[in-house]
């Protein structure tokens, strides 16, 4: 950890959905995810506050995006990855972009 990159995360990759029609449940546990890269320092920055679901129930909060800053070879991180930060707070890479000074992902912050 440092000034710039004060926390540490991990990033994991979904295995590939695979199958047609009825099959099992096929949602994100992490336990079916596989580590690509972990104890990597990190800065993480409030993007903006996410919109409202379009079921636009009462209890429904607003999704937030957020930008994970940090260094990794190119290609390491792809869309659909989940990064794990140092308080256990999940989030999910909707665009990876890399470029000399490393990756800025735009997530989105899952339920937890």
């Known amino acids: 950890m440092s000034f710039v990159y004060p926390r540490v995360i991990s990033v994991s990759r979904r295995p590939a959905e695979a199958g047609v029609g009825a099959v099992g449940y096929g949602g994100s546990i992490p336990e079916n ?59 999910q890479v909707v665009g990876a972009y890399w470029n000399s000074l490393g990756y800025n992902c735009l997530c989105e912050r899952q339920e937890t």
Do not use: M
Request: aromatic content about 6%; proline content about 5%; charged content about 30%.
């Open 33 to 91: 995810e596989t580590i690509i890269a972990q104890g990597i320092d990190a800065a993480i920055q409030l993007s903006r506050d996410g919109r409202k679901p379009e079921a636009n129930l009462p209890a429904d909060g607003r999704k937030t995006t957020w930008r994970i800053l940090f260094k990794l070879p190119n290609g390491t991180v792809a869309d659909r990855d989940i990064i794990v930060d140092d308080l256990g707070l999940r989030y």
